[in-house]
Structures are given as structure tokens and as C-alpha cells.
């Protein structure tokens, strides 16, 4: 809570604190006040901490935060809303940034596809809307439900709020039985003026402070994301149909004829859609719609480019979290100049430091930057992570007069240093060679670009970024147990989480505690009680999601469910994993097998389960868990199922890439090797060496044609 000290005599220590019990208070402010939920503070105590805020920022400018109340006004969101699971998920984009990109990217796609030099393949070219995405569901011609993307899996239910949006139609005449239509929920310019103004208004008429959006994406966003949909009607939102998940028929045979029914349908669909047969041609789109951006009166921020022919769409299928047939070629990133004020170092999870540029706030884009990342200490100095000579060379220093900039949701970056305004004392920043956190040294490996500190387990910070890692989204994602309450539980002293183990013998501790959770300051009876339950909730946990959690170096979300998927179950691949030398023997074969793992993610998912104490710390964990097995993603009465396939030799009807993919769809291992564990080999013409092996081992080999048919895919 602000403290009664004079802003003059706060330190900068204090300060720091003070600001970032502000911005959590005003943002749950901000939130209890847009959803007119449950109010927390009266007008008067706002406006008097966000003077605070503003007085505390304005004597100590370094310290304002990227999420500053001061800039981060109005856009409340909720946690109220019912959980949906999308039927199809919701997918990103990968993105390209230069025209290099959009050649390569329909390179690509020709090479998957195995394409002739003498085909031709087109593509759709469309703007990327800077809004919010949104499915709605339709079941015989009737709006049912609408979701955001959530975490792409799992998103929110807005269907209330959405049915207040005039351009999403509530009923449909000849729509497929069930239709999911996607798209980007956005606020025009004008209507986003509109309302910051009458927002403006309405304060200054009653002498308060007024609550503004910062951009119109966050507009959208805190308006969609209401729990009470009256003020969602209020707010002027629109909607653009681009995509669609479940179907049950087809919509057409190509992306274009697919927008134009969804048009027919009576969805606004973007007009600035075009086909287009080559690279060259979609990149003269994307300048064309580049020279309109100012006057479409919305905010888009690239243009999209899809493979229009449906089939090939089928095809060439997704990578983890994208598609292979889509990506958006953004526009270039936004700069602005600023003084360096400070540079910190971060200590990550896996013990890197990271150095963080302190900037003179300023506004890039539409969006007040005060921190940017500087990467590692070769970055500093002028070299990329090749050891090849960045901004000319120019090194960073403290006191810099440095070009920002910012690309998307991407965090901001130093692009250039200006030498004739570097003050005349400035000296070369020295890069730590010890932990600031815990004073361990900080080691840099050959090879490795970032400095790392030793210190393990001891280190407080890595100890704290592992369990912000272990409860984000994507590994436990607990509600109520977010990064600050892991902070405050971390150095707490009646009950301490210092381990993922703990947070699951919370309950437990807390009722053997004098002083009791529910009786805290920011507790209740029932928080308290909702974030046991959420805990429990989560000690039944997917395989995948538990490795990923642990945090291991190398080890990412997609790889944890490949790897979970290979070995099925904790067991087999606490197994594994015990019994795996690095670099040799059986296990470590088998390990390397797994798609997508190489020799450094095997390395340090084996050491890490060697390591002592590590390794009775995730005993800890999982004694406390109950691990579900790995779901195949694929049906699990496809034919090939659990199997390992190897191919080889020529294969004709598709490349190599797709046959993998392919198989991998179906919940099939592939391997590059036949071993003893091979179930089937689809052999080409010129296969050898290989299809001996299989026949020596008695291994099941079958032809291209074999294959398809066996996968129904003739
Ligand atoms: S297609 C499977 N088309 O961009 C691909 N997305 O960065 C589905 N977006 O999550 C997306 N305009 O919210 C597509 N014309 C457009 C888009 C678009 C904006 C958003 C969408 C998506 C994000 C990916």
C-alpha cells in the first residue's frame, strides 16, 4: 500500500517497491471498477495513488514500469469467465520480416509439397488486423458460443459479449451443421478516439483522473473481456472472418472461395484479400496494403499469406504451434530515440544473466517502453551471437543516447547507439563475472554466448525464476499462484515454497500454522481456500506438462510433449533417463530417436536427472503428483498408432518431411535408423542398406502405395 513517507525523502529502493505495490493495486483497481464486480477503492483513494504513482515516477523516471498505471489504464480483465475447449486449436503465425523471408517461406512450402519447378501454387495475401482473435461457434445456423484464443487450447467464454457485436450474426441461413468461424475482433480508430474521449469527459465532470486505453487492440480487448456484457454492447466493437475451425463439410476448395462464403454468410470479411501466384506478387501486395495502412482507419500490423489450395493446406499440416501453410509478413518494427539510464542484470532459471537496459520512458509505437533487453554481453559490446560486428560495432554503454525499437508483442530492443551525444566520461560497461543475486561465480562455456552462475539450487534467484517457470502457463499454470505470489511465498516465513514440492504440501502446512493464510493481508477465508483447491486441481497433471515444468535446460513445451509422447509414461522415462549415459549406450540411442531431440537437449535432460540434488527434489514433486500418461494426439485406432516407422529410399507421391509429418499426425514414432524397435519400414525405390537390415530383423516392410493404403491416405 503507498507508504506515508514523502515522495522526496522515498529512497530508490523504496521506491521501486512502493511503485510495484501501486501497480498491482491500481490494476486490480482498474479491474474491479471496468467490471463494476466488486469495488475495492473509492474514487477519492484512486485518484490520490495514481498521483502517487505519477509523483513517484516523475522523481524517479528510471523506475516507471512497463506496467505503469499511469499508461496501463482501463483495460480490465477478468478471470470470471467459464473455460471453453476449443474443438480445433487455436494456432499463432510465424512471422517473416523481410522479403528473404516471404521467398524462403514459399520455398518452403513448394519443397514439402515436392513441387515442380513448372507448378505454379497460390496464395492468399490478406492484412494481419491488430485486434484480438475470436471463434464462434454455429450449430445448425445458431451463434452457440464464442471463445478467445486463450492459450490456443483452452480460451474464455465471451459468448455473451459477443452476440453485442453488430458484426457477428447471431443466425445463419445455409451455414454447414456446425461451423466455427475465427477472425480478429478490433476497434477502429475513430471509435477508439471516440471512446478514450467520452472516457476524458466523463472524468473531468467529475474531477476525477481519466481511465484511458492506451492503443485500440487494448480497447478491443478490455471491452470484449467484460464480465458484464452491457458494457461490452456500449463499446463500438467490429469483427473480420478469416479462418474457421471445426466444419462439418467444407466450406470450398480454396482459402479464397472459403473467405467468400463466409462473406456470403453474412461475415465482414477483409476486402484487401488478394490471390496471388508468386513470392514477388505477394510482396507487392504487402507494399500496397503498406501504403494504405494510415488511411484503412484500423490498426493492422503485416499482411498474411496462406496457401489457397485447401488440400495442400491439409497437407502440409502444422509445426507445433503454427501452420506450415500460413505465415504473417510483418511491417518493419517502430523506433525512437532515448538516454540509457541503467543496465541490470537478470538471473533466469537456467542461471543466465541477462542484462536489461533501463531507458528514459519513451513511446515506441503507441506503447510507453522503459526497459529493453541487451541480450548477453557480446551484445553489448557490438557482436551478435556468431561473433559477428553488430551496429557497426558501436558498444553500449551507461549514459547512451540509444535508438529503441519494437516489433509486435516482441520485447524491446537497442537498434543503435548515437556516438556524438555519448557523455565524454562514459566508460565501457564491465560485464559481471559473479551472480549479483548470490555472488556465485558466473561462468561463460565455450560455445555458450551467455554467462551463467554456478551457484544451482543456492542461487535464490534461479531457485524463484524455476518456480515462476514451474506455475506459468503451459507447465502447472495454477490460479491464484502467479510469479508475485511465488515471490512472496519464496521469503515467506511460516510457510515457505522453495521447491515445486512445497506448493503441493501448502494445505497441509498452513492448517499445522499460528498464522494462517486466510488470516493475511490480501487473503481471505475464501481466496485462501480457492488457491488450495486450484493446487490440488493440479496434482493430476499430464506427463508433458510436468517435464516441461521442471524447467530443464533446452527442454521446451513442444519438446516435453514429444518426449512425453515417445516414452508414454514417468516411469518409462524416469527410466530412461536414470539409466542413459551422455553420449552413449542403448538408452541414449533411444532418447536420440525421439523427433526433435538432439545430442544438448538429451545432455541435459540425462545430467539434470543425475544430479543429486535435483533429482531428490523432483522426487519430492512427484511423490505428491499423480502423472497421467502421455495422450497421443492422434486417434489411438489409427493403424500406425505407437509405432515405429522408418522410411527410405525415393518416395514418390510425397517428400520425405511430409511422410514424417504424416505419420507423426497419426501418433507414429519415426526413426532414421531400423533397430530391433522398428515396427514398420516403408521402403522407395534405392532403398539398402536399410530394408537388409529390416529383413535380417524380420522387420515388416512395405511399399510407398503400402503405406498410403494403410493410412487410408490412397
Ligand atoms: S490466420 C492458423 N489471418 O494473428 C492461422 N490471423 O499472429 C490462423 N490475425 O492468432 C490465423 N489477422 O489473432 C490469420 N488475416 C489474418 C489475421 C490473423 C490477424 C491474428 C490472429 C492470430 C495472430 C497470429
Not at 467459464?82 to 474443438?87: E, F, I, L, N, T
Not at 478467445?148 to 454447414?176: H, S
Not at 494504405?292 to 489450395?309: H, W
Amino acid at each position: 500500500m503507498a507508504s506515508s513517507i514523502p515522495v522526496s525523502h522515498l529512497s530508490e529502493e523504496q521506491a521501486r517497491e512502493e511503485l510495484a505495490d501501486l501497480a498491482v493495486i491500481l490494476a486490480q483497481a482498474n479491474t474491479d471498477y471496468h467490471t463494476a464486480d466488486r469495488p475495492t477503492l473509492t474514487d477519492a483513494d484512486y485518484d490520490r495513488l495514481k498521483r502517487r504513482n505519477a509523483e513517484i515516477e516523475a522523481r524517479f523516471p528510471s523506475l516507471k514500469r512497463v506496467d505503469s498505471p499511469s499508461e496501463q489504464i482501463g483495460a480490465a480483465v477478468s478471470d470470471g469467465f467459464g473455460k471453453v475447449s476449443h474443438a480445433v486449436r487455436m494456432l499463432s503465425l510465424g512471422n517473416a520480416f523481410t522479403d528473404d523471408d516471404v521467398v524462403d517461406f514459399c520455398d518452403r512450402v513448394r519443397k514439402y509439397l515436392g513441387l515442380r519447378d513448372s507448378e505454379t501454387i497460390a496464395f492468399t495475401a490478406e492484412p494481419k488486423i491488430d485486434g484480438l482473435s475470436l471463434s464462434l461457434r454455429y450449430e445448425n445456423g445458431q451463434l452457440v458460443q464464442a471463445a478467445t484464443r486463450g492459450d490456443g487450447e483452452i480460451g474464455e467464454n465471451v459468448t455473451e459479449n459477443a452476440k453485442t457485436i453488430a458484426d457477428v450474426p447471431q443466425v445463419l441461413q445455409g451455414a454447414p451443421d456446425v461451423l466455427e468461424v475465427r477472425g480478429e475482433v478490433y476497434m477502429s480508430h475513430a471509435d477508439f478516439e471516440a471512446l478514450n474521449a467520452a472516457q476524458a469527459e466523463r472524468a473531468a465532470a467529475t474531477g476525477k483522473e481519466p481511465r484511458l486505453f492506451a492503443n485500440p487492440r487494448n480497447a478491443a480487448a478490455g471491452s470484449l473481456r467484460q464480465l458484464d456484457s452491457s458494457i461490452t454492447r456500449n463499446r463500438p466493437l467490429k469483427f473480420f472472418a478469416y479462418a474457421w475451425g471445426e466444419v462439418s463439410e467444407p466450406l470450398a476448395p480454396t482459402q479464397f472461395e472459403a473467405i467468400a462464403r463466409l462473406k456470403a454468410l453474412g461475415f465482414s470479411t477483409n476486402p484487401l484479400t488478394r490471390r496471388c501466384d508468386t513470392a514477388e506478387a505477394l510482396i507487392q501486395h504487402y507494399h500496397q496494403i503498406e501504403d494504405q495502412r494510415a488511411d484503412l482507419g484500423y490498426d493492422i500490423d503485416g499482411v498474411v499469406y496462406k496457401v489457397d489450395d485447401l488440400t495442400l493446406q491439409g497437407r502440409l499440416g502444422f509445426r507445433s504451434t503454427t501452420p506450415r501453410w500460413a505465415i504473417a509478413h510483418k511491417f518493419p518494427a517502430e523506433l525512437a530515440w532515448t538516454w540509457l539510464q541503467d543496465i541490470d542484470i537478470q538471473v533466469g532459471r537456467t542461471g543466465a544473466l541477462s542484462p536489461v537496459a533501463r531507458l528514459q520512458p519513451v513511446t515506441v509505437g503507441g506503447v510507453v517502453v522503459s526497459n529493453a533487453t541487451l541480450h548477453n554481453e557480446d551484445y553489448i559490446i557490438g557482436r551478435d551471437s556468431k561473433g559477428e560486428v553488430i551496429r557497426d560495432g558501436k558498444d553500449i554503454r551507461i549514459g547512451d543516447w540509444v535508438q529503441v525499437y519494437r516489433a509486435g508483442d516482441v520485447i524491446p530492443k537497442i537498434a543503435d547507439v548515437d556516438l556524438a551525444k555519448r557523455p565524454e566520461d562514459s566508460k565501457p560497461y564491465v560485464f559481471p563475472s559473479r551472480c549479483p543475486q548470490c555472488g556465485s561465480d558466473a561462468i561463460r562455456e565455450e560455445g555458450d554466448a551467455v554467462r551463467r552462475c554456478v551457484g544451482g539450487i543456492i542461487c535464490p534467484a534461479q531457485a524463484v525464476e524455476k518456480l515462476k517457470h514451474f506455475v506459468s502457463r503451459g507447465a502447472f499454470d495454477i490460479d491464484g499462484l502467479g510469479a508475485k505470489q511465488i515471490e512472496m511465498f519464496y521469503t515467506d516465513e511460516s510457510l515457505p515454497i522453495k521447491e515445486p514440492a512445497d506448493i503441493f504440501t501448502l494445505r497441509a502446512r498452513d492448517s499445522q500454522s499460528l498464522t494462517r493464510l486466510k488470516d493475511r493481508e490480501g487473503y481471505g477465508d475464501k481466496s485462501a481456500s480457492n488457491l488450495f483447491d486450484a493446487i490440488d486441481e493440479k496434482r493430476s497433471i499430464p506427463l508433458g506438462k510436468l517435464l516441461f515444468g521442471l524447467g530443464i535446460r533446452h527442454v521446451g513445451e513442444s519438446a516435453s510433449n514429444l518426449i512425453a509422447n515417445h516414452f508414454g509414461s514417468w516411469q518409462q522415462l524416469e527410466d530412461a533417463l536414470t539409466s542413459a549415459t551422455v553420449g552413449e549406450g542403448a538408452a541414449w540411442e533411444d532418447l536420440l530417436s525421439v523427433d526433435g531431440v538432439g545430442a544438448v537437449m538429451a545432455a541435459s535432460l540425462v545430467t539434470t536427472f543425475h544430479q543429486e540434488q535435483e533429482r531428490a527434489s523432483i522426487d519430492r514433486l512427484v511423490a505428491q503428483l499423480e502423472i497421467r500418461n502421455a495422450e497421443k494426439r492422434a486417434s489411438a485406432d489409427s493403424p500406425v498408432a505407437g509405432q515405429t516407422v522408418v522410411f527410405t529410399g525415393t518416395l514418390e507421391k510425397m517428400t520425405r518431411a511430409e511422410a514424417k509429418a504424416r505419420a507423426e499426425s497419426l501418433g507414429a514414432k519415426v526413426a532414421g535408423s531400423v533397430s530391433g524397435k522398428t515396427d514398420l519400414l516403408v521402403a522407395g525405390p534405392g532403398a539398402g542398406s536399410k530394408a537388409k537390415k529390416a529383413e535380417s530383423l524380420g522387420v515388416k516392410t512395405i511399399d510407398e502405395d503400402g503405406w498410403l493404403a494403410l493410412i487410408g491416405d490412397l
